[in-house]
């Protein structure tokens, strides 16, 4: 019974995998769309992470987890006589399997290793494969969906190694060595999770130095190899390894003093120390907080999840989805209640809990950002493109169309700022603007990209005339809830939910205004 039903659980994981929601822009800015640009012939945008005088970005974990995968599409691509480059929305989406698979086959495999009770197994498997967490977060591209697991097979490696039926631990110990420098150079958070973990090794190492002295020059190697290729990336001019020595770029030391500096901090949001263990971990696993708290498991792995939760919430920087590593290694470390009826209550919680969220976050959370970038990419005439109280759009899907659009994120600006800045960009009303589908003949043309549940926009809507803006519907995608704009201030909980709610979707509009005609024009009226 419980192979069915997990066997529907990992297929429910894939049909999130492969909904375009959107849950953070780091989840193409901070990989897929930098490697992109250097594999394939896609402008694309880099953040200040990798623009700054000290980048604090790596390249190196992204080219394994990113740029095999697109080197292997484009082989593949080029060999079965397709011409030209490839769609960004096939990367797009053989990124997400990829995604998938690793968390099926990576995730589930090390819960296999970690758990040695055939019965705690299967109850920790299907807790975590029915976690909207594993649906969603951990089907998108974050660097902490790597970090999770990271964490993991770094777990089963130490327990490898410290295993005395093992004869040999010097593979497992070099392995761990290369995996360590790994995850460091994708999170420097990651060591915070093996603190507690990694004190079973030294009793070990102790009595084998032998398997100290070859994991210690695996990571070394490792180290060097990373700051090379990250020096390579970053510094301008042909690459030579002396660089390595006399001017390197070292990522993970530029994260930690930038992280180290509150007023760096405060520029992306600043949160109580307690805001990880009293908002964001509830957030994250919902009714199993109660069992956490009451029947856990202790366990090395609740261990590991503990000290990772305590040093990140050491900065005051705290979004939920650095979490992304605890989540398996709870739900793994937690008892369900013995009494029945409280069983079925807790599972009924569990289930309700995970369906929702996993339909708000992995379904309609910006889902249409995706989408919509794939629209513009087909429109012949955009050449101007205002996004609007939505995620900043991956430039990268456009697919070469972004060497003429140019793409303007007005995010949260005002609506009175918003109107100035399409005043400007619009194009003169045309009578081609005024049939169906002729306007794709124009040569330029201008698109607004906003929530439907934009109201402050109504007004402008239905103008017709020739006075002012107009805003000509051309495109509308359902599955698109834009939760940064609740506004219960103004209109209250209930009047903010229906508008949200009720009002979902991301609409396109193209916008034009009436220009004075010339001379030669008047003549011929």
Known sequence: MWRRIYLVLVLLRLWFALSPSYLHPDENFQGPEVIAGQIFSYPVRRTWEFTSDQPIRSVFPLWPVYGLPMLLLRWLWTGNGQDGEIPPIAVFWTLRVLMFLISFVLEDWALHELISSPRHRRIAVLLVASSYVTWTYQTHTFSNS???????????????????????????????????????????????????????????????????????????????????????????????????????????????????????????????????????????????????????????????????????????????????????????????????????????????????????????????????????????????????????????????????????????????????????????????????????????????????SATWLDPYLPNKGLQGLRFREVWRYRQHLNLDDLDFGDDGVWGTLSRVIGRRGLVAWRITKSCLPSAAEAMER
């Open 146 to 452: 790597v970090e999770t697991l990271v964490v993991a097979w770094s777990m089963v490696l130490i327990q490898r190694i410290t295993d005395p039926r093992q004869r040999t631990t010097k593979l497992s110990s070099i392995t761990l060595g290369v995996v360590s420098v790994f995850g460091l150079f994708n999170r420097i958070t990651f060591p915070g999770f093996l603190l507690i973990p990694g004190l079973r090794l030294i009793p070990h190492f102790w009595k084998k130095p032998s398997s100290f002295v070859v994991m210690l020059l695996a990571s070394l190697v490792t180290a060097f190899v990373a700051i090379a290729l990250d020096t390579a990336f970053y510094n301008p001019g042909p690459f030579r390894f002396v660089d390595v020595i006399h001017r390197p770029v070292i990522t993970p030391l530029n994260n930690l003093f930038y992280n180290s500096s509150t007023d760096n901090l405060a520029q992306h949001g600043l949160h109580p120390r307690y805001q990880h263990v009293v908002a964001n971990l509830p957030m994250l696993i919902g009714p199993a907080i109660i069992l956490l708290i009451t029947q856990p498991h202790l366990s090395l792995r609740l261990y590991s999840a503990f000290s990772g939760l305590a040093v990140l919430s050491l900065i005051p920087h705290q979004e939920a989805r650095f979490l992304q590593p605890t989540i398996p290694l709870i739900l793994s470390s937690i008892h369900l209640p013995r009494n029945r009826t409280l069983l079925r209550v807790w599972a009924f919680a569990w289930i309700v809990f995970n369906l929702f969220f996993g339909v708000l976050m992995g379904t309609y959370h910006q889902g249409g950002v995706v989408p919509a970038q794939v629209f513009m990419s087909q429109q012949p005439d955009a050449t101007q493109a205002v996004w609007w109280k939505t995620y900043t759009p991956p430039i990268w899907l456009l697919d070469g169309k972004n060497e003429v659009l140019k793409t303007s994120d007005m995010m949260g600006m005002k609506g009175d700022i918003l109107l100035e800045e399409l005043t400007r960009l619009a194009t003169c009303d045309t009578p081609a603007d005024r049939r169906n589908q002729e306007y794709l003949k124009e040569k330029n043309g201008t698109y607004l990209i906003a929530p439907a």
